[in-house]
């Protein structure tokens, strides 16, 4: 089962108590209480494993190791231990009680979701010319912990829309390695699949259907995950009797969901080319450039339309790399093998 988003509880630990101890060497005089240690905080670690949310449902609280309290002869407490969520990139954490969002946007990032609390110190550090032998302490300070809700938000630099059956999982398939399962029936993909082509990630969104964005079909579960994508595919099939309504459908459910999703940079892909007319295909594109003027005719079966894809993802990795530096020295892009 796919889980894009859960409520759970975080608690960090405690600090341990300062001591209250005196030197037990021979000939020496004072204190000697030590201080508590610091208390584990919750850590989230960012996974590539979109499914990791699924740890979350059954075990519903998570709490970070207390700090030992300090010990005699100047001895510290030692720290508690860091307890470490590993959560999909994508994930948005927000503190219940306070509104408060922190997300993970990389795979191996690491972000403190609950901060341990610090330890008290020992009676040590209360000395003075004029306290020799002082019995103060501090206690040690409670770590953080609140009801926290995750909730897996797919970050994508393209994201593949449109009704069920519009080639979206066969354009992923042919271009990356993601093996989705492939059917001519409604809802083949009941989860969102990724592939990698090169440097960017593509992300297949499904269930969106007419009256999604009001919880109709399996669209309101994954319509959040559109809205961090950079670039939309917005897939059309050609085996539609009228693709401008099916691009007008999909368009109402985005927008009805967040108005900002139809300001993003589209293509509409009009998709399985080969299984039409020449003179079919002509005037299925003329009206839906009339919608977007980025429309372009795909199928997998066509080398020269699948180049085509390639060349605008092309673009688009060049822009990420400008805008992330490469890794290496050279900085020069990469030959790319023709597609097959």
């Not at 300090?70 to 510290?76: A, E, P, S, T």
């Not at 994954?222 to 999909?250: K, Q």
């Not at 039409?276 to 339309?305: F, H, M, P, Q, W």
Request: charged share 25%; hydrophobic share 40%; aromatic share 6%.
């Amino acid at each position: 089962m796919f889980i894009d988003e859960v409520k759970i509880e975080v608690v960090a630990g405690h600090g341990g108590k300062g001591a209250v101890a005196f030197n037990r060497n021979m000939m020496a005089l004072g204190p000697a209480g030590g201080s508590g240690g610091r208390g584990g905080s919750v850590l989230g670690v960012g996974v590539a494993d979109i499914g990791a949310l699924r740890q979350f449902r059954f075990k519903k609280e998570f709490r970070a190791e207390d700090g030992r309290e300090g010990g005699i002869q100047f001895h510290d407490g030692r720290d508690g231990k860091d307890l470490v969520l590993h959560l999909p990139v994508g994930t948005v954490i927000r503190n219940l009680a306070t509104g408060a969002e922190l997300s993970i946007e990389k795979i191996g990032e690491r972000i403190v979701i609950a901060k341990g609390g610090n330890g008290g110190k020992g009676n040590f550090h209360f000395r003075s010319s004029r306290n020799t032998s002082p019995t103060q302490f501090q206690p040690g300070l409670p770590g953080e912990a609140f009801a926290a809700h995750l909730e897996l938000k797919l970050i994508a630099d393209v994201g593949f829309v449109g009704l069920p059956n519009a080639g979206k999982s066969s354009m992923l398939n042919a271009l990356t390695n993601a093996s989705v399962k492939v059917a001519n029936y409604p809802f083949t993909t009941l989860e969102p699949n990724l592939g990698a082509y090169y440097e960017l990630i593509l992300a297949d969104i499904p269930g969106l259907i007419e009256g999604s964005s009001a919880g109709k079909g399996l669209g309101m579960k994954f319509l959040r995950h559109i809205e961090r994508t950079r670039i939309l595919f917005h897939f059309v099939s050609t085996e539609s009797a009228d693709p401008v309504h099916d691009y007008r459908t999909i368009r109402r459910e985005l927008g009805a969901w967040r108005k900002a999703l139809l300001e993003k940079p589209e293509y509409i892909l009009l998709s399985k080319s080969d299984l039409t007319t020449s003179a079919d295909l002509k005037k299925k594109l003329a009206a839906l450039r009339k919608e977007n003027k980025k429309t372009i005719a795909v199928s997998i079966a066509d080398e020269k339309s699948m180049k085509e894809i390639s060349k605008i993802l092309g673009v688009m990795e060049a822009e990420k790399r400008a805008i992330i530096p490469p890794h290496g020295k050279s900085g020069k892009p990469r030959s790319r093998p023709a597609v097959q």
